[in-house]
Structures are given as structure tokens and as C-alpha cells.
């Protein structure tokens, strides 16, 4: 049982790099969301999908791009690295709009 | 902005004591409530879900007043494991699909 698969689990970029953090699910959840955590902050909503080809903003959406192509798929882009961006980012999924959601383990990401 | 506010604590309790964790909400509109648990440099995970009725799961009973707007968290006889930091959550109101959560809540369970 995968769960919520996120990858890469590390990375360091610099600032003005893009790159892509990737998130899948292999529960059949049609609710996916991405979420920062910074200490002192708790955990923000950056975007989320309510399904194939639905994305929408959440709190803190600047600086970050999302699609849903496919149920399983929800990556996240970073178009052009800030050192604000640096943080912990948590994707999640749920089967429902109110259930439980099921987080992947983290990419820590810091920005130089 | 909706708001959901937690003592941070840290809460450091012997083993065996029995501690509990307040969380109050602004979002009259909401519907669901969450307490997770989160271990140090780990993913969130759920704890147990909060209904009005308040419910219980061994040793953790979790209450919610909605005329209050306030949701808690009591363990009884505190364990080492349970040492983690506690986030209250609750959703946005009208089924939709964004959670808030609060800042956490620091939980050390001493020998």
C-alpha cells in the first residue's frame, strides 16, 4: 500500500530555478491538495484539485503552478525559486470533500 | 482569513497524567473538524475525527461546541509515544475542499 507518494524527498535549488515536486496517489482519491509548512506558520494551502482537470487556489498560490491530468497525478511547479519558497511541502488526498486526508511524506526544499 | 487558534504550548507531562488541548475556530460555516497528530520531521496524520456528540477512542476523547466555536483534546494516561505535536483542523464550510489548520500544539511526555 503506497498511499501518497512524494518525490523528491530533498532538494536544495537556487533562486530562479523551476522545478517540479511530484505527488501521487494509488487510493482513487479525487480530492489532492499541496500544502507549505513553515515553523511557527502551520500548514498553508497552496492549491488543490477536486478532480481530473479541476485545480484551484488555495492561500498561498503565488509562485506555484498545478495540474491534473490524470486521478493519480497532482505535481506541483515552482516557476522561479525564491528563498521564501524554502519550506516543507506536503501533498495530501482525500476520498471525499470532508474525509480523512492522507499525506505523503514531504519534500524539504530549500532555496539558495 | 479564517482562523484557527491552538495553544502552542510545549506541554511537558509525566507518564500516566492526563493532559488536554483547547482549539477554537472563526469559521462558523464549518463542518468538519480533525485533530492529527504529527511526529518530528513527519507527515501529518489523522488522529480522530470530532462530531458534535463528542467521541472517544481509548485514551483520547475529543469534544466539540459549535455555539463556542471550540474543539478539545483530552489523553488520559499520557504515554512516551504519544509525545508528538497535536494540530486542530477544521474545513471551510459548504463541503468545500480546503481545511485550515491551526499552528500545533507540542505534546512531551516525560518518564
Known amino acids: 500500500n503506497a498511499g501518497v507518494t512524494q518525490t523528491p524527498k530533498f532538494q536544495v535549488l537556487k533562486t530562479g530555478q523551476s522545478m517540479t515536486l511530484q505527488c501521487a496517489q494509488d487510493?482513487?482519491?479525487?480530492?489532492m491538495s499541496w500544502y507549505r509548512q513553515d515553523p511557527g506558520m502551520g500548514l498553508r494551502l497552496i492549491h488543490y484539485?477536486?478532480?481530473?482537470?479541476?485545480?484551484d487556489q488555495g492561500e498561498v498560490p503565488n509562485g506555484y503552478n498545478v495540474s491534473r491530468s490524470t486521478t493519480e497525478d497532482f505535481p506541483l511547479r515552482l516557476l522561479s525559486a525564491a528563498p521564501s519558497q524554502t519550506s516543507v511541502y506536503f501533498c495530501?488526498?482525500?476520498?471525499?470533500?470532508?474525509?480523512?486526508?492522507?499525506f505523503g511524506q514531504g519534500t524539504r526544499l530549500t532555496v539558495v | 482569513r479564517k482562523e484557527v487558534e491552538q495553544d502552542p504550548g510545549p506541554f511537558n507531562v509525566p507518564e500516566g497524567a492526563t493532559v488536554a488541548f483547547n482549539c477554537t475556530y472563526s469559521?462558523?460555516?464549518?463542518?468538519?473538524f480533525f485533530w492529527y497528530r504529527q511526529d518530528c520531521r513527519k507527515e501529518p496524520k489523522l488522529l480522530m475525527s470530532v462530531y458534535s456528540s463528542g467521541n472517544e477512542d481509548g485514551r483520547f476523547t475529543a469534544q466539540l461546541n459549535r455555539a463556542s466555536q471550540y474543539i478539545s483534546l483530552l489523553i488520559r494516561d499520557s504515554k512516551l509515544s504519544d509525545s508528538a505535536t497535536y494540530l486542530c483542523v477544521v474545513d471551510s464550510g459548504a463541503g468545500s475542499y480546503q481545511l485550515t489548520f491551526g499552528k500545533g500544539t507540542k505534546l512531551s511526555v516525560i518518564p
Open positions: 495530501a488526498s482525500s476520498y471525499s470533500a470532508t474525509g480523512e486526508a492522507f
Open positions: 487510493m482513487n482519491h479525487e480530492y
Open positions: 484539485s477536486v478532480g481530473a482537470g479541476i485545480t
Open positions: 469559521n462558523s460555516a464549518s463542518q468538519s
